[in-house]
């Protein structure tokens, strides 16, 4: 007992477990985060909602006419099929 108490008084070793122990925390943040955080990639989302989700966000005030013509712009890009050479 009296060797790992020497061991884990040298610098190098207390910034070692100080490292581990962040790390570690970051981890588990992290899929507490992924837990509790709605699924935004999935499927369920399509242009009509997000469309009309803009569309409520500038009636509240949160962007400009200006905003939501060209969001509208991009989702009607994103609707249209690519075309590839």
């Given at each position: ?64 006419d200006a905003e939501l013509r060209r969001i509208q712009t991009v989702l009607g ?9």
């Amino acid at each position: 007992m009296g060797d790992l108490r020497a061991i884990l008084s040298h610098p190098a070793a207390l910034a070692t477990v100080a490292v581990l122990a962040v790390s570690i925390i970051a981890v588990v943040g992290y899929y507490i985060a992924q837990r509790l955080r709605p699924a935004t990639g999935t499927g369920d989302t399509n242009v009509e909602d997000l469309a009309a989700n803009f569309a409520e966000m500038q009636r509240e005030g949160d962007i400009t006419d200006a905003e939501l013509r060209r969001i509208q712009t991009v989702l009607g890009e994103s609707k249209r099929p690519s075309v590839e050479e």
